[in-house]
């Protein structure tokens, strides 16, 4: 009976020394020198350059890059684009397709540098320089959220695309979750929800900043951008109090878990804020069953929920003086200040 587990063991560890042993074999590294052009170093894709076809490549990929070098970007441009498209399973096609996006970046042609360097992301995901590859990617986006305007053809002006910047940058959080341009990411596609009026999505990105990257340095800061954010919901006392509490647990939040940090005055005042704004709502609830129903119970619970709320503002003690009058009247005594009158009022008769 033991004998089958330990050959399927034996298999699989077998087949893990292979994988971990042929790995570093597959990976190809391009290095570039101006006198030979570009050679391999390492990997199981050198004996390509051997071939017609890998020579053939090669040719193409050194004529582009000295275009390149010599600021011929027309020149490199079409050589990079001969090269990834006559070998796109090729070690140079990778290579080719991030050169051509930095041109294009440089020209300003954004969409299609990013649609170069994405294709990198997709087809090529053991590219070596993948973080060089991200970098450009949220490079370019950045530019794009900022007002950045692009060059059709690469020198007439466009208009901007701000938008076409968060899709990049929702693009670059897709490609790697877990790389270091992902929080910075998710950080500026708030800035620039916020920037174009779009509270809910900014609120989005704030959110998944927090759940998912609670260890990043930008953290604190998405703490108090999504608390400032959800205090501005409310409009008023009379309104619904749902975004001021999830203002206050954010706030909270962040004084609990950011002690130290230099905004946590403003964390502090903004949690006040939002306790006196939530108390003067329930004040609001107060008033109304007080002095517009005589629903001495339902005020009572409502004063009382304004001085827990907020226990040393001007709300509570207002709240505290309600309830002394409803005592009063509640013990058969007139009120104080003839602010409610109770029972039902007497019917008038009209002669016309």
């Known amino acids: 009976m033991p004998?089958?587990?330990?050959?399927?063991?034996?298999?699989?560890?077998?087949?893990?020394?292979?994988?971990?042993?042929l790995a570093p074999a597959l990976h190809a590294n391009l290095v570039w020198d101006p006198r030979t052009g570009w050679r391999v170093e390492g990997g199981a894709a050198v004996p390509f350059l051997d071939t017609p076809a890998g020579q053939a490549a090669k040719s193409l990929m050194?004529?582009?890059?000295?275009?390149?070098?010599?600021?011929?970007?027309?020149?490199?441009?079409?050589?990079?684009?001969?090269?990834?498209?006559k070998y796109p399973t090729s070690l140079f096609a990778a290579e080719a397709l991030y050169r051509s996006g930095r041109i294009y970046e440089n020209r300003r042609q954004y969409t299609k540098a990013f649609r170069n360097l994405q294709r990198v992301v997709a087809e090529h995901p053991a590219y070596p320089a993948f973080t060089e590859v991200?970098?450009?990617e949220y490079r370019i986006a950045d530019k794009l959220v900022q007002g950045a305007r692009p060059l059709y053809w690469g020198f007439i002006p466009g208009f901007k695309q701000r938008e076409k910047g968060l899709e990049f940058l929702e693009q670059v959080v897709a490609?790697?979750?877990?790389?270091e341009y992902a929080a910075i990411s998710l950080m500026n596609v708030a800035e620039g929800?916020?920037?174009?009026?779009?509270?809910d999505a900014?609120?989005?990105?704030?959110?998944?900043?927090?759940?998912?990257?609670?260890?990043?340095?930008?953290?604190?800061?998405?703490?108090?951008k999504l608390a400032a954010a959800q205090a501005s919901i409310t409009q008023?006392?009379?309104?619904?109090?749902?975004?001021?509490?999830?203002?206050?647990?954010?706030?909270?939040?962040?004084?609990?878990?950011?002690?130290?940090?230099?905004?946590?005055?403003?964390?502090?005042?903004?949690?006040?804020?939002?306790?006196a704004l939530l108390a003067e709502s329930k004040m609001t609830m107060g008033d109304f069953y007080y002095k517009k129903r005589s629903n001495y119970k339902a005020a009572k619970v409502f004063y009382n929920e304004a001085i827990t709320t907020y226990p040393d503002s001007p709300?509570?003690?207002?709240?505290?003086?309600?309830?002394?009058?409803?005592?009063?009247?509640?013990?058969?005594?007139d009120d104080p200040e003839g602010t409610v009158r109770g029972g039902p009022r007497a019917k008038r008769f009209w002669i016309f």
């Open 3 to 21: 004998i089958a587990p330990r050959r399927i063991g034996f298999v699989i560890t077998l087949l893990l020394v292979w994988a971990f042993g």
């Open 62 to 85: 050194d004529k582009a890059r000295r275009a390149e070098d010599a600021g011929k970007a027309g020149s490199a441009l079409s050589g990079y684009k001969r090269v990834y498209k």
């Open 134 to 136: 991200l970098g450009s």
């Open 175 to 179: 490609n790697a979750p877990y790389s």
């Open 193 to 199: 929800y916020a920037r174009s009026g779009d509270r």
């Open 202 to 224: 900014a609120i989005d990105a704030l959110d998944r900043m927090i759940n998912n990257y609670p260890d990043s340095f930008l953290t604190p800061d998405a703490y108090l």
């Open 236 to 275: 008023g006392p009379p309104y619904d109090q749902a975004s001021t509490q999830l203002a206050l647990t954010y706030f909270q939040d962040y004084t609990i878990l950011y002690p130290g940090e230099a905004d946590v005055t403003i964390a502090n005042k903004g949690f006040d804020d939002a306790r």
């Open 315 to 333: 709300t509570a003690e207002r709240a505290r003086r309600h309830l002394a009058r409803i005592e009063k009247i509640e013990a058969g005594e």
